[in-house]
């Protein structure tokens, strides 16, 4: 391997240790349902989006909670030997696309069907860590 790979190779693997990522799929709740609650947490700080979804009322909340404890998690798989008060870890990106649609017929007047949509989602969390050794 040349200087250049490695130098490059070196820096990727570094900037990958600041951010952790963990992912749901197939979570049995419309995307639209679940947007309203990423919305909330989008941006904020590790320990405000964890507080933010602990007092959400809405359902779709308990199961982000959980994906966020997940990639925190992951995070400190990653660094050991960081704190994750130091680190200032935040909610970098989070997605939310549509997963698989069970399609279903309900009986309707007339001899008519109407179709029954029941639709999953995918979520992604990204986590940020903003070190305080780096002014940016």
Not at 13 to 25: D, M, T, V, W
Not at 48 to 60: C, D, G, V
Not at 80 to 88: K, P
Not at 102 to 107: E, I, M, Q, V
């Amino acid at each position: 391997m040349g200087v250049r790979k490695k130098e490059a190779a070196e820096a990727r693997k570094e900037a990958n240790k600041q951010i952790a990522f963990a992912k749901l799929n197939n979570c049995p709740t419309s995307p639209r349902k679940m947007r309203l609650v990423a919305d909330l947490v989008r941006g904020q700080k590790a320990e405000n989006a964890l507080n933010i979804l602990r007092f959400s009322p809405k359902e779709a909340s308990r199961k982000l909670e959980k994906l966020l404890l997940s990639a925190i998690a992951n995070w400190q798989a990653k660094n050991e030997d960081a704190s994750i008060e130091d680190a200032g870890l935040f909610v970098k990106e989070i997605k939310v696309d549509g997963g698989t649609m069970l399609k279903r017929l309900r009986p309707a007047p007339q001899g008519r069907a109407h179709r029954i949509r029941k639709r999953s989602n995918h979520v992604t969390i990204v986590l940020g860590a903003i070190n305080n050794t780096q002014s940016n």
